[in-house]
Structure formats: structure tokens, C-alpha cells
């Protein structure tokens, strides 16, 4: 069936942005796919696959692939912003002339921001301000599955009530169900925290330290996410859900996950260094530890987990020293 959409530019031809393409393009709807260089671009479309993230899964023809800005978002569509979020920033302030008065823009960025250490909304405020409508499409969702056409689940949280249920309804079907939200902050932070965490959880599977230990190391992740983000402003059931508990499980537990892949190495003897090498593709959660651990200190939220990742990932001490400094907390109330 024809989706009555205007076409929707996706900037971000990574495995993700390009799995989105995939996803809608053959829901008949037009999609521009937009990737940083002209090279990239040019291979995209003469091998109609993008053969380097997701092989084998042809480009339908109304998925179109350019590396010009403008052109990708020209005629009043709407934008989602699937680039890391260490050029989340610079992607704004690229888009800040081309921009329509009618333009809305939504994100599946998940990160902070590398220069304030801001979450994504923010940075969209400081460069664009408030005179376009934002949303955050998270949640438990790995690009191969929803390339597959396997089921998926995820959130549209917007300020602008219009814009999450337009988002809902160009995305939802009987494979992809959309659910939507006005939480903005804590479906943001929930997508920055689990990365973090999903690393601590690759560590201790690395190490082999057993199913106890990764119930333990996700569970009590939780509580560091519950208590940063009511901290910022989120709403308690928002981490409870899909963008929250969800997206923690599905990170932390399937080797799909850059992040539990980049811990498992590590806890296997690798380097930090080596790790990185070896996935190849940017680890959000390497690159957010630090900026987290200052969060949570301007803040005073207490999250040990985070902060002892970071330590590790700066080799300021060993797995053993990490392990033992968690451990040897002094006991108190679980909710606390």
C-alpha cells in the first residue's frame, strides 16, 4: 500500500541511518540518504547496497543517496539525524542555512555532546533554537535486525505532541511498532548510559566471571541511569521502558553491540587500543565515559559502574583492581 509521506532525508550512512533507509523506502516511502563524502555516496548508489555496514540488502528504488546537503533536504521534508554524536554538533551547524521554516528534526544519535558534554537536545537548542520541532527516535534496536525486516520496538519522544505521533505513524507496522513520549531528557539519557555500561558487562563476560555477575552489573546499571536521569529531569517510567531497561538489556547481552564487543575484548586480555582496532566502527560508550563520569560529578550522582569503566578504559587501573573496587563497596539499602 502507498504511504501518503513526504519524502524524509536520512543523514547518516552508517549501518544504522542506512537500515532506517531500508526500512521505509520499502514501505514505499521516498528516502534521501545522505553520506558525508561524495565517494561514499558515489558507491552507494553504484552498488545500490551498502556492502561495508549491511551487505546484501539491496537499496529500493525510491531510496536515493547523495553526499550534497541541500539536495538532501530540499522541498519541506522531514530530517533524522543518524551520525555519531561526535559530529552530531557540526551537522546542525551545516544544516542552520538550508533549513526551512517548516523543518522538523529528529535524531537516533546517541552521546553526548564532545565540546559541553550536553545532551543532544541541548546542543540542538544552542545551534538551532527553538523555533523547530526535535524528537529522538531509541530504543532496543540493532540495525541488521530491522534491516532483516525482524520485529523491533521503539520510542518517538517529542515536545511537539504532532510531530512524535507523525513520527509514530510514518514508522509503525505490523514488523516495527513505534511507541510515543513527550521525555525527550530521559530517552536521551538512557541511549547514552547503556553504552557505558555495556562495556563493564563485555568486560566481566571477557573475563568469564559468569551469569551472576552480568545480572548484577546490568541491574545495578540501571539505577545509575534511573538516578542521572531524574537528576536531569527524566521521568521515572521512561527507564523502566524501552528507551531505559530495553535498551540496556539488548547492549549489554547480544554480541551485535559494538560496546559489549570493545568490553569482551578487553576482558580478554586485549588493549584498549587493540579493542578499538579490532570493531572498527565508532564505540560510543569509549567515547561518552568520560564526559558521563564529569556529568554525574557536576551533578553529584553517584554511578560507580561508570566511573570505573572509565578508570579502566584510561589504564588507571586493572580489571582485577576494577572488579575489587566494586566489590568491596561498603554494603547499604539496594535503593539508595
Known amino acids: 500500500m502507498k504511504e501518503n509521506f513526504q519524502p524524509i532525508a536520512i543523514l547518516g550512512a552508517g549501518s544504522w541511518g ?35 555496514y549491511l551487505p546484501g540488502h539491496t537499496f529500493p528504488d525510491c531510496l536515493s543517496v547523495t553526499s550534497d546537503l541541500a539536495a538532501a ?25 538550508l533549513l526551512k521554516k517548516k523543518s522538523r528534526i529528529a535524531w537516533v544519535t546517541k552521546g553526548l ?4 558534554g550536553s545532551l543532544l537536545h541541548t546542543v540542538a537548542l544552542d545551534v538551532l533554537g527553538n523555533q523547530y520541532s526535535y524528537a529522538i527516535l531509541s530504543g532496543p534496536s540493532f540495525a541488521r535486525d530491522v534491516a532483516q525486516g525482524l520485529p523491533t520496538a ?7 505532541a504532532q510531530f512524535a505521533n507523525d513520527l509514530m505513524l510514518r514508522f509503525n507496522s505490523e514488523i516495527f511498532r513505534v511507541y510515543v513520549s513527550n521525555d525527550i531528557i530521559g530517552t536521551e539519557v538512557g ?16 573475563m568469564q566471571l559468569g551469569a551472576n555477575a552480568r545480572c548484577a552489573l546490568i541491574t545495578r546499571g540501571l539505577a545509575e541511569i534511573i538516578r542521572l536521569g531524574l537528576a536531569l529531569g527524566g521521568q521515572y517510567e521512561t527507564f523502566t521502558g524501552l528507551t531505559g531497561l530495553g535498551d540496556l538489556i ?12 570493545f568490553g569482551l575484548a578487553i576482558g580478554s586480555g586485549k588493549s584498549v587500543a587493540e579493542a578499538e582496532k579490532e570493531i ?31 578508570k579502566v578504559l584510561q589504564n588507571k587501573i586493572s580489571l582485577r583492581e576494577a572488579l575489587h573496587s566494586l566489590l568491596s563497596r561498603a554494603p547499604k539499602a539496594e535503593n539508595d
Open 250 to 261: 539488548l547492549t549489554c547481552t547480544d554480541n551485535q553491540s559494538r560496546n559489549r564487543r
Open 191 to 206: 541511549g547514552v548510559v547503556k553504552n557505558v555500561l555495556a562495556i563493564a558487562v563485555g568486560i566481566t563476560d571477557g
Open 113 to 116: 555532546d564532545p565540546s559541553t
Open 154 to 160: 521503539i520510542v518517538a519522544a517529542s515536545d511537539d
Open 18 to 52: 542506512t537500515a532506517l533507509a531500508l526500512y521505509l523506502a520499502r514501505r514505499n516511502q521516498a528516502v534521501r540518504l545522505w553520506a558525508y563524502t561524495s565517494d561514499q555516496a558515489e558507491l552507494l548508489t553504484s552498488e545500490r547496497c551498502n556492502n561495508r
Open 280 to 310: 572498527g566502527q565508532v564505540i560510543e560508550g569509549k567515547n561518552n565515559a568520560e564526559r558521563l563520569a564529569l556529568l554525574a560529578q557536576k551533578l553529584s550522582v553517584d554511578m560507580p559502574i561508570t566511573n570505573t569503566v572509565l
Open 73 to 97: 533536504i530540499k522541498e519541506d521534508c522531514d530530517i533524522l539525524i543518524a551520525v555519531p554524536s561526535s559530529g552530531f554538533r557540526d551537522l546542525l551547524i551545516s544544516l542552520k542555512p
